[in-house]
T-cell receptor, first 112, second 112 residues
Framework: DVKVTQSSRYLVKRTGEKVFLECVQD?????MFWYRQDPGLGLRLIYF???????EKGDIPEGYSVSREKKERFSLILESASTNQTSMYLC???????????FGPGTRLTVT | GQQVMQIPQYQHVQEGEDFTTYCNSS?????IQWYKQRPGGHPVFLIQ?????EVKKQKRLTFQFGEAKKNSSLHITATQTTDVGTYFC????????????FGSGTQLTVLP
């Protein structure tokens, strides 16, 4: 079974803090993705990576950065958290090509 | 960029009634995928459609891909309480590393 894990299920941070969200997959997938999910807006792609040290912006990259130093690990970084970044963050991974994505359990981040 | 619209946003049905959600893309898709997210859970892959006009069935669920490969639908016959959740379509574009653009989802409530 594919397993995608995320470092925290719930996280509360203060405005201006630097926040790290980590995602690990165990299936040797090339592609990894970070989405945020907000009511009525579906899943919006923040960043994705198709190889180690490679990254590309998604639809809403502003205020975020990512790091992929190892194939199995993809980190999302909020350099200076703001209240409008309060959301559910979902990580996903997939083999290269238009195939199914496997999602982690999500991290519900609250920025106060 | 590619946009995927999904309607309705919410649907309440009585148990035993049918349910349909529709997905429309602004561009021609190489494939369309459907995911289900149970309340409190993460999106889980249901199916992928690739061919123009393709129809696939999974028990009470019927998935269709339009002839022009720009729209799709998911139909559930005789809903059950276990069908509760949010259904997302996700459109794939050939040659795109990002793989998928998700619709905003349809949240299904089934009343017993």
């Amino acid at each position: 079974d594919v397993k995608v894990t995320q470092s925290s299920r719930y996280l509360v941070k203060r405005t201006g803090e630097k926040v790290f969200l980590e995602c690990v997959q165990d299936m040797d997938h090339e592609n990894m993705f970070w989405y945020r999910q907000d009511p009525g807006l579906g899943l919006r792609l923040i960043y994705f990576s198709y190889d180690v040290k490679m990254k590309e912006k998604g639809d809403i990259p502003e205020g975020y950065s990512v790091s992929r130093e190892k194939k199995e690990r993809f980190s999302l970084i909020l350099e200076s958290a703001s209240t409008n970044q309060t959301s559910m963050y979902l990580c996903a991974s997939a083999f290269f090509g238009n195939v199914e994505q496997y999602f982690g359990p999500g991290t519900r981040l609250t920025v106060t | 960029g590619q946009q995927v619209m999904q309607i309705p946003q919410y649907q309440h049905v009585q148990e035993g009634e049918d349910f349909t959600t529709y997905c429309n893309s602004s561009t021609t898709l190489s494939n369309i995928q459907w995911y289900k997210q149970r309340p409190g859970g993460h999106p889980v892959f249901l199916i992928q459609l690739v061919k123009s006009g393709e129809v696939k069935k999974q028990k009470r669920l019927t998935f269709q891909f339009g002839e022009a490969k720009k729209n799709s639908s998911l139909h559930i016959t005789a809903t059950q309480t276990t069908d509760v959740g949010t259904y997302f379509c996700a459109g794939g574009a050939s040659g795109s590393a990002r793989q998928l653009t998700f619709g905003s989802g349809t949240q299904l409530t089934v009343l017993p």
